[in-house]
């Protein structure tokens, strides 16, 4: 039997970001133009991501109102 080493990763666990809390007159294409607002294509990808991290408002249109006090989880910004 040769021996073996178990490599672990130093880095510390990456906390997630606490959620957005919507108030009135947010949507998907708002929040994403907030965050990226010169790049619409990056805003289309990251509505799309919005989406895929939130059940709650996958089916909302991009300038759809998100009903206030609605918990949003910001996806990871250096995917974009």
Do not use: M
């Not at 990226?36 to 990056?42: D, G, K, L, N, W």
């Amino acid at each position: 039997s040769r021996p073996s080493e178990t490599l672990l990763d130093p880095r510390p666990a990456e906390t997630p970001s606490p959620p957005l809390v919507t108030v009135p007159g947010d949507s998907l294409a708002s929040i994403a133009t907030a965050i990226y607002p010169r790049r619409q294509a990056v805003r289309d990808a990251y509505v799309g991501a919005i989406r895929a991290a939130n059940p709650a408002v996958a089916g909302l249109g991009a300038q759809d109102p998100i009903p206030p006090g609605t918990a949003i989880t910001l996806p990871e910004l250096r995917r974009f």
